[in-house]
Nanobody, 117 residues
Framework: QVQFVESGGGLVQPGGSLRLSCAAS????????MRWYRQAPGKQRGWVAM???????NYLDSVKGRFTISRDNAKNTVYLQMNNLKPEDTAVYYC???????????WGQGTQVTVSS
């Protein structure tokens, strides 16, 4: 399985920005869909954003226009640029790949994002 290591989280005020990174242990170029997920306290992990191998993207409605997902296959890394952050974006953020309906990697430790004044 592919190992993913997320980083870039932190404490930010409402309206602030963060850029998350997800480094994979091997090439991600062949992975059809790379995705970011998040899990808030007391809630289930849910999908936030996805990018295909062809760089098509899709987003959870509540983050559209604020978050941007990108991938750098040469660096085996996926990014999530988060702007205009809101308190409801507070969560642990994870990444994983999906191929043929299955996750390609194990879940990492995630990176904590806290939006608070």
């Amino acid at each position: 399985q592919v190992q993913f290591v997320e980083s870039g989280g932190g404490l930010v005020q409402p309206g602030g920005s963060l850029r998350l990174s997800c480094a994979a242990s091997r090439s991600i170029g062949s992975i059809n869909s790379m995705r970011w997920y998040r899990q808030a306290p007391g809630k289930q992990r849910g999908w936030v954003a996805m990018i295909t191998s062809g760089s098509s993207t899709n987003y959870l409605d509540s983050v559209k226009g604020r978050f941007t997902i990108s991938r750098d296959n040469a660096k085996n890394t996926v990014y999530l640029q988060m702007n205009n952050l809101k308190p409801e974006d507070t969560a642990v953020y994870y990444c994983n790949g999906v191929q043929d309906g299955n996750y390609v990697g194990s879940w990492g430790q995630g990176t904590q994002v806290t939006v608070s004044s």
